[in-house]
């Protein structure tokens, strides 16, 4: 198995089940913002997806600084994970419909007929995890 | 009671309890990196302090991008906290021993010997809550 094969099925079984991730854009001044995002429960392939409004100011921030941060924090099992990767907004219906679940409603109503329904594309550059409580950083190499 | 006490409280009282925070750094290639940081239980008055190593890579990405985002979250109580400040490295024995608790040795064996022992001071200029994931973002306003 590739060291890329690796790192995208470490990274996929560490991600599984944590609900929500912390994505951090950088804004027009410099500054850092984070926002809970619900993840989206598919395998992962190399690539991470999160549905977002095409309007939204986390869009138009990374359309401005494309290089994102997602966090995933499961305090219950005392693991984190940092993920490093490259965003951009796209509108893409057929990856919408598979991607959808009826829980993003509470984002959005009107679901899959939402006019502002977007996806966040995100390529994955590197990632990281911690799994103890004092525990050293795992580099997941091979992105 | 000013708006910015009102909302130095309403963040101290937000991230109480709260015992792991994911630090987002920006690295000299642009890229946005995060790391689990042991949090300080203090009063918050309007500034974060954690404890790292001088030396240690988030400190030097700090020195050149003090712009950083502090990310709680606590998702059996689905309360997530985004803080956006400037952060700086600061040697200061006098506050180390002020904010020293024994569980940092699991990072710091040495403890308050350690020579490598530092602090990152952020001046908080913004923070955003989120009481459910799905609600939308209550902006504190008034740092
Ligand atoms: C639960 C937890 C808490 C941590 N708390 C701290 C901390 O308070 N200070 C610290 O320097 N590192 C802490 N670490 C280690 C950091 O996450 C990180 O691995 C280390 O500081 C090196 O980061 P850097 O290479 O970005 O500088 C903690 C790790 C875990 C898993």
């Known amino acids: 198995m590739s060291t890329h094969t690796e790192a995208v099925q470490k990274l996929n079984a ?3 089940g944590i609900r929500i991730a912390m994505l951090t854009t950088q804004a027009q001044d ?3 913002h984070s926002r809970p995002m619900g993840t989206i429960d598919a395998e992962f392939d190399g690539t991470l997806w999160f549905f977002t409004a095409w309007d939204s100011t986390k869009a138009d921030e ?3 600084h494309p290089n994102v941060n997602v966090a995933y924090a499961d305090p ?3 693991r984190y994970v940092s993920v490093v990767g490259r965003a951009e907004m796209v509108r893409d219906d057929a990856k919408a419909r598979e991607l959808w679940n009826p829980m993003l409603k509470a984002w959005f109503p009107e679901g899959l007929e939402d006019p502002e329904l977007a996806l966040i594309r995100i390529d994955v550059d590197g990632a990281e ?3 103890s409580p004092s525990g050293t950083a795992v580099v ?3 992105f």
């Open 14 to 16: 560490l991600i599984k």
């Open 140 to 142: 997941l190499a091979g």
């Open 129 to 131: 995890y911690w799994d």
């Open 62 to 64: 990374l359309r401005q």
């Open 76 to 78: 219950a099992h005392q």
């Open 30 to 32: 410099g500054a850092l």
